[in-house]
């Protein structure tokens, strides 16, 4: 695509914008450089920038802009496939602000004239005081592409008295309400111009955050797989550990018997006894104090487990979280299950909700969980279920549906005439 330079009607130019300030001015042909492959820029490689073609007029004023985006490369260098005909769209754009020679042709986002393009295009910032029409208009002013201003001609330099005398007043008053019109028509336009952009803004703004919270939420339900995990692994360790605990115990107890019976056979054995008898009581003792030792060990284990779980369960969500977000600004989840209605979830409850949304559902109903599931089966699919002639099929005569969980009866509601 070949870009306009300068001609006998003006100038075009293309602007890469860093914020609302003006990063890098070009000319046309400069531009064509960058399209074509010959050069690179380096501080912009792997960057999507916000560009705007600028249209310019022989006495330097702006008459046309097209906001448009381009992507650079790792090495740089403009993107191959970008193919947007800006000089062709700034031909086709509506009525924009004045910036010095009377409402400018306008192509933005939010004034598209060629929907297939607009993805590639962006809203400029209209905030009062600071925004890209009034950096662009100070960028064009400045002229640091050094573009000629071309002079009028000598009849449009010979001064021209005008007067109003001798016009009625009736004339002179419908051009001043001719002139107000046309005021409040470009401020109404410029108005609506704002209100378009805010509303792509807020558009991408709560597309941002909408898709930041689903992110959000998987990592959250990921975590929390994670942790159920981690708490099953705990639990079995747990129960390892209570069954080797009874194993220990059922040892100790034994080696006490053994300990007691030894020690009466060595009160009732001779003196030459004695002596066996003896040793075997301590030998006995040394085992029923290593296998103490080795069951407080066992129980200094099991606390930790304990408290590894009761950590686990009672573990809040990090401080930089949605979830926690949610939690501290007390917003609640709202959730949609038949027979119910909308339910809100507040945080407490979420764990609850996630491990069994049907069992949860059930439970606000004032029903057993298989109960309401065979409500929702009749709800969903009103047909007769009883046994068909053939082993394994049902009626499937269709039935009136039950709306109301707590008024459904299984054999009856769910039964067709011949059935019931």
Request: glycine content about 6%; hydrophobic content about 35%; aromatic content about 6%.
């Amino acid at each position: 695509m070949a870009l306009a330079d300068p001609s006998e009607e003006g100038y075009s130019a293309v602007f890469l914008m860093d914020g609302i300030e003006v990063a890098r001015q070009m000319r046309a042909a400069e531009f064509d450089a960058f399209l074509d492959g010959y050069v690179g820029l380096s501080d912009l490689a792997d960057t999507d920038v916000q560009a705007v073609f600028v249209q310019i007029g022989s006495d330097l004023l702006v008459r046309g802009l097209v906001f448009f985006r381009i992507y650079f490369d790792e090495e740089g260098r403009a993107d191959s496939h970008w193919n947007i005909p800006v000089e062709a769209l700034a031909l086709k754009g509506s009525a924009g602000p004045d910036m010095g020679a009377g409402p400018i042709r306008l192509v933005c986002r939010s004034l598209c004239p060629e929907k297939r393009y607009k993805s590639e295009l962006w809203d400029p910032d209209m905030t009062p005081g600071s925004n890209h029409f009034q950096t662009i208009r100070k960028a064009v002013t400045a002229n640091h592409l050094k573009y000629k201003r071309k002079s009028p001609s000598d009849d449009e330099q010979i001064p021209v008295l005008r007067t109003a005398l001798g016009k009625p007043d009736a004339e002179v008053a419908s051009q001043e309400a001719r002139a107000q019109r046309n005021r409040l028509a470009h401020m109404i336009r410029e108005q609506r111009l704002r209100i378009k952009t805010l509303q792509g803004a807020h558009r991408d703004s709560l597309a941002a955050m909408q898709r930041e919270q689903r992110l959000e939420h998987r990592a959250w339900q990921e975590k929390m797989t994670e942790l159920e995990r981690k708490l099953e692994r705990t639990r079995l360790d747990a129960k390892k550990v209570k069954k080797r605990l009874e194993r220990r115990d059922l040892q100790v107890e034994e080696l006490r018997q053994q300990l007691d019976e030894a020690r009466t056979a060595a009160l009732e054995a001779p003196q030459g006894m004695e002596e066996a008898a003896q040793a075997e009581v301590v030998l006995l003792r040394e085992q029923l104090e290593r296998k103490q030792r080795e069951l407080d060990s066992m129980g200094e284990r099991t606390r930790e487990l304990e408290q590894a779980v009761s950590e686990a369960r009672n573990k809040a969500p990090d401080e930089d979280s949605l979830i926690r977000q949610l939690q501290d600004q007390k917003v609640f989840l709202v959730g949609y299950h038949a027979g119910v209605g909308h339910l809100t979830l507040p945080y407490n409850d979420l764990r609850r909700y996630f491990e069994n949304p049907t069992g949860y559902a059930a439970e606000k109903c004032g029903l057993s969980e298989p109960d309401y599931r065979r409500w929702l089966d009749h709800y969903e699919n009103p047909v007769c279920r009883a046994p068909g002639r053939k082993k394994g099929q049902t009626c499937g005569q269709p039935v009136l549906r039950i709306s109301q969980p707590g008024e459904f009866k299984a054999g009856v509601h769910d039964r067709c005439d011949d059935h019931q």
